[in-house]
Nanobody
Framework: QVELVESGGGLAQAGGSLRLSCVGS????????MAWFRQAPGKEREFLAL????????QYADSVKGRFTISRDIAKNTVYLQMNSLKPEDTADYFC????????????WGQGTQVTVSS
């Protein structure tokens, strides 16, 4: 079993920054990679970024490339999402997700943290 807990959401002004954290726990935590997603009201869940847990390799959605940075601290079982140059359209619930193998789906999700960006 794996538990993921996000934090760091809140209210930011356009152009501002926020840093989200996702702490993982559980005997089966060791992921293949970790990812961040978001879901705005009335919209589908959107992939934002992923990071290979061992390799550190990253991948980003075009919508956040150059503004958001994903990183991880293996010793702390924590993945981060540094969000800069925030826009009102970044307003959403943000979720971290855990993939245990290359060919598995995302088997574990956090409860989400809300981000609101005011113009």
């Amino acid at each position: 079993q794996v538990e993921l807990v996000e934090s760091g959401g809140g209210l930011a002004q356009a152009g501002g920054s926020l840093r989200l954290s996702c702490v993982g726990s559980g005997r089966s935590f060791s992921p293949y990679h970790m990812a961040w997603f978001r879901q705005a009201p009335g919209k589908e869940r959107e992939f934002l970024a992923l990071i290979g847990w061992s390799s550190g390799t990253t991948q980003y959605a075009d919508s956040v490339k150059g503004r958001f940075t994903i990183s991880r601290d293996i010793a702390k079982n924590t993945v981060y999402l540094q969000m800069n140059s925030l826009k009102p359209e970044d307003t959403a619930d943000y979720f971290c997700a855990h993939k245990i193998t290359q060919n598995s789906g995302y088997g574990y999700w956090g409860q989400g943290t809300q981000v609101t960006v005011s113009s």
